[in-house]
């Protein structure tokens, strides 16, 4: 038999095969497709490679961002780092959740042109990689940083108060 039967042969088995496999989903299984599926923006969005480290995190960090007056100066300002708290396990596990969740964000009102001033900071670490969150309450926009550049997503009224909360 020459090659080219056998792949003749192959594909008209693999079309025979996956006609045969479809069924209809129960409705947990729909549930779960739909509940999957509503990750895509976001995962779309950070790009696999940022997506993937905020999944597989190993630390979580909160800072305050202070304006502090620079010496010598009557109306300059430099921003100072506050350390808050680092999220145990379950709680960076939890705050993760919703950073996934398409829900978390106000995609309506998503512009490539958000201005912002934060004075929140999260880092997500994963090895030698990490991810800076920056949040502004005010404007309700956080911003994603990392070496690629940044992003920035308006905020669910739900997300806001979890990241208020922090």
Not at 49 to 73: A, G, P, R
């Amino acid at each position: 038999m020459n090659i080219q039967k056998i792949a003749i042969l192959f594909c008209i088995s693999c079309s025979v095969m996956s006609c045969n496999s479809q069924r209809e989903l129960p409705k947990t299984e729909v549930d779960s497709v739909a509940n999957i599926n509503q990750v895509k923006n976001i995962e779309g969005f950070l790009m696999e490679d940022t997506y993937d480290m905020v999944t597989y995190f190993s630390t979580i960090e909160v800072f305050d961002i202070e304006k502090k007056l620079v010496d010598s100066t009557a109306k300059e300002y430099s921003n100072q780092l506050v350390f808050r708290k680092g999220l145990n396990k379950e709680e960076g596990d939890a705050f993760i959740v919703h950073l996934l969740d398409d829900s978390s964000y106000n995609w309506q009102a998503y512009t490539e042109d958000s201005s912002y001033e934060p004075t929140k900071q999260l880092i997500i670490k994963m090895d030698s990689e990490q991810l800076s969150l920056l949040y502004d309450p005010e404007s309700k926009i956080l911003g994603f940083i990392n070496l690629e550049g940044q992003q920035t997503l308006p905020v669910s009224e739900r997300f806001h108060e979890i990241l208020l909360n922090m």
